[in-house]
């Protein structure tokens, strides 16, 4: 399906979503608008008047952001007003943390038998000597 579009089409479109929007919000008496409703109402009518139809997008980036966001909603808020402030907050600080901490530790294996590098003492050839007292 690769129709394009009218201009009459994609307005008609976009009035019907922000009705369905205000209704929705209307009859759930919820201030909560899902990512999804509002790239319906707002993101969704400018992408088809820009490229005059919408089959050939996929989701797959706004589904994985959404898995994320309930993810940190669920783990790092105190489920109050303030839960997007607080997850936005997060997310700076991992962001400032992440250049500082991006260097990775060398591991360098090393025989507790033998002293050398590259084996431990599972793999060395030599037997470990216990000593009793």
């Not at 590098?117 to 009793?132: A, D, I, L, M």
């Amino acid at each position: 399906m690769d129709k394009h579009l009218t201009e009459v089409q994609v307005v008609k479109f976009q009035t019907s979503a922000k009705k369905w929007v205000d209704l929705y919000y209307q009859a759930n008496c919820s201030t909560d608008i899902t990512p999804y409703m509002h790239v319906l109402a707002f993101h969704l009518p400018e992408a088809m008047k820009l490229h005059g139809n919408v089959s050939h997008f996929c989701q797959q980036g706004l589904e994985k952001v959404n898995d994320l966001v309930t993810k940190w909603y669920h783990r790092s808020t105190n489920f109050g007003r303030n839960a997007m402030g607080q997850i936005m907050a997060k997310q700076y600080r991992l962001h400032l943390l992440a250049d500082r901490c991006t260097r990775k530790k060398k591991w360098s294996t090393q025989c507790s038998i033998c002293k050398r590098k590259g084996h431990n003492k599972r793999s060395c050839g030599q037997k470990e000597e216990y000593v009793f007292w």
